[in-house]
C-alpha cells in the first residue's frame, strides 16, 4: 500500500518501521470524530469555495457511507497507512478518486489528531459523569436506608466517635460530587477548537475556522496555532481529575474489604459479586473492590506517564503525542467498568446493622461525650481527658462497655456523675447532639440525602446539556 506522502521518498518504510510506527490499533476508535471533523471541513472548504460544492458533497456522502461501513465491521484498516487519518482518506480516495484528494486542503494530521482527542476527551469525560452521577444516585439511596444505622467513625482504623452508616456513605457522596464538577470544569476549559492550526503555522487558505468551530459545537477557538496542534493540557487535567476518582473508588474499596472481613463482619456482599475460592470451600472474597483498589494503580500511572511524556517536547506537533493514547483510552476504559462494578458492589450489599452497633458498643465512642458532659458540669477539658481515660481503661481491662457501669461507679471517677451521664451515653442522643451542617444526626442527614437529590438533578441537567460529539455525528447520519 503506497504511502499518502511517498512523493518524497524512494524506498517502501520497512515493515518493522511500519509496525513500530502505526498508531491504527489503537486509533481506531476514534473514527466518528475524525469523520465528524472531517465533514465540517469539507463544508466550509465548499462555503469558502475553496473547492466545489459538488466535491464537498460526494466527500460528505462517501464520509457517511465510510463511518457506516467501519460501524458494520465491513472496512478493514491497514497498518501500512499508519493512523485512522490516512485509513480514512485513502478509502475516501479509493472510492471517489480525485475528490477525495482534495478534503486534506488546508489542514493536517496534526490539528486533526488534536481535534479528534478533544472530542474523544468530550465523550471520554460525559461518560464517566454519567456513571459517577449513577454512583452517586445508589450512594444517596443507601444512605436513606440507613440514616439511623449506628457505626463506629474511625480515625487511624481506630474506633472514635459514634455516626450513622448513611453519613458515613454521604462522605463518599460528597467526594464523587467534586469529582463530577471537575470534569465538567475540564469539559469548558478544553472547549476551544483547533482545526486551522494546520500542521503548525496555520494556512494560507481562505478558511473560515469560526465556521468550523460552528459545526462541531466548540464554544471557542484555539488562538496559536502551534498551541492549537501541541496542547495535551486537557488529558492531563482529565487524567488527574480520573485518578482523584480512582482514589476514592479505592478508598471505598478498602473499606468495604474491611467491613467484608470476617472480624467485621459489617457488610456482607452479594454472591453475584463475589467469588469463592479454588481450594477453601468457606470463602466469599471481595474481589470487585480488590480490582477497583487494584486498577487505581494504572490510572494514577497514566497521568504519571502523560506527565513525563510531554515534559521534553519542543514546539510543536511530535510524534511522542502519540503515546497519550493508549493512557487516555486505558483510564477512561477502566473507569467505565470500575464506576458501574461499584455500583453493582454498594446496591447489593447487606449490611450487618447488628455487628455495627456492637462495635460501636465495644469501641468506647461515648468517651468523648463523656468528657464535654464533665466540661459543661464545670472542669477543666484536660481534667475531664483524664478522668475518661481512666474508666476506659478500666473498662477494657474487666471487657466492659461504658454502658455497663452503674451512677456509684461513675461517681467513684467523679462527684459531678449525675443520673443524667446515662442520656449522655446513649448513643443516639451523642449522634443527634452533632446537628449542625454536615453533622451525623439523623435529621441533619436526611435533610443532606434531599439536597443531594437536588444536586443530582440539576448536575444530571448539566452533564446531559453538554454537546456531544458522538451524538452529534449520530444524528448527522440518521438524517442521511
Ligand atoms: N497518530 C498521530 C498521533 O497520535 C497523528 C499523526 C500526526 N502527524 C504526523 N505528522 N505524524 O499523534
Not at 45 to 71: F, H, M, N
Amino acid at each position: 500500500m503506497p504511502k499518502l506522502w511517498n512523493g518524497r521518498f524512494e524506498k517502501d518504510t520497512s515493515e518493522m518501521m511500519d509496525v513500530f510506527n502505526a498508531s491504527i490499533a489503537f486509533e481506531q476508535r476514534l473514527f466518528p470524530y475524525d469523520i465528524l471533523g472531517s465533514i465540517a471541513h469539507v463544508r466550509m472548504l465548499s462555503k469558502q469555495a475553496i473547492i466545489s460544492s459538488d466535491d464537498a458533497e460526494l466527500i460528505e456522502t462517501e464520509l457517511k457511507t465510510i463511518y457506516k461501513g467501519i460501524e458494520a465491521g465491513d472496512i478493514d484498516f491497514k497498518l501500512s497507512l499508519e493512523d485512522i487519518h490516512m485509513n480514512i482518506e485513502s478509502i475516501l480516495i479509493d472510492h471517489i478518486g480525485e475528490a477525495g484528494k482534495r478534503l486534506h486542503t488546508g489542514r493536517s494530521r496534526n490539528d486533526q489528531i488534536a481535534l479528534d482527542m478533544k472530542l474523544y476527551a468530550k465523550d471520554a469525560l460525559i461518560g464517566v459523569q454519567k456513571h459517577l452521577l449513577s454512583l452517586i444516585a445508589a450512594l444517596n439511596t443507601l444512605a436513606f436506608d440507613h440514616v439511623e444505622t449506628i457505626m463506629p467513625g474511625c480515625t487511624h482504623l481506630q474506633n472514635a466517635q459514634p455516626i450513622t452508616f448513611g453519613h458515613h456513605l454521604l462522605a463518599y457522596v460528597e467526594k464523587f460530587k467534586r469529582d463530577v464538577i471537575k470534569l465538567t470544569d475540564a469539559y469548558h476549559h478544553l472547549d476551544a477548537m483547533p482545526l486551522g492550526s494546520s500542521a503548525l503555522a496555520s494556512t494560507s487558505y481562505p478558511i473560515d475556522r469560526n465556521a468550523v468551530k460552528e459545526t462541531l459545537g466548540f464554544e471557542s477557538l484555539t488562538y496559536n496555532s502551534l498551541d492549537g496542534v501541541s496542547d495535551r493540557d486537557y488529558l492531563v487535567e482529565i487524567a488527574s481529575i480520573y485518578s482523584l476518582i480512582a482514589i476514592h473508588l479505592s478508598n471505598l474499596s478498602e473499606e468495604i474489604i474491611i467491613w467484608n472481613s470476617s472480624a467485621y463482619h459489617f457488610i456482607t456482599l452479594d454472591d453475584a459479586y463475589s467469588t469463592g475460592s479454588s481450594i477453601m470451600p468457606q470463602k466469599k472474597n471481595p474481589d470487585v473492590a480488590e480490582l477497583c483498589r487494584g486498577k487505581s494503580g494504572r490510572i494514577i500511572g497514566a497521568l504519571q506517564s502523560l506527565l513525563v511524556t510531554l515534559k521534553g517536547l519542543p514546539l510543536a506537533y511530535n510524534k511522542d503525542l502519540q503515546e497519550d493514547k493508549e493512557m487516555f483510552f486505558g483510564s477512561t476504559d477502566q473507569l467505565d467498568l470500575m464506576i458501574p462494578m461499584m455500583e453493582k458492589l454498594v446496591s447489593t450489599m447487606t449490611v450487618n446493622q447488628d455487628a455495627m452497633l456492637e462495635a460501636t458498643l465495644k469501641g468506647f465512642t461515648e468517651a468523648t461525650e463523656i468528657a464535654d458532659y464533665l466540661v459543661k458540669k464545670g472542669l477543666a477539658f484536660r481534667e475531664c481527658h483524664h478522668i475518661v481515660g481512666s474508666i476506659v481503661k478500666d473498662c477494657e481491662k474487666a471487657r466492659l462497655p461504658l454502658t455497663a457501669l452503674s451512677l456509684e461507679d461513675y461517681k467513684g471517677y467523679s462527684d459531678q456523675f449525675e443520673a443524667d451521664i446515662f442520656e449522655v451515653l446513649d448513643l443516639k442522643n451523642i449522634i443527634n447532639s452533632k446537628a449542625h451542617v454536615g453533622g451525623p444526626a439523623f435529621e441533619t442527614v436526611k435533610a443532606q440525602i434531599k439536597a443531594n437529590e437536588l444536586w443530582l438533578s440539576d448536575n444530571q441537567e448539566i452533564v446531559s446539556s453538554l454537546y456531544s460529539p458522538l451524538n452529534a455525528i449520530q444524528q448527522m447520519l440518521s438524517a442521511y
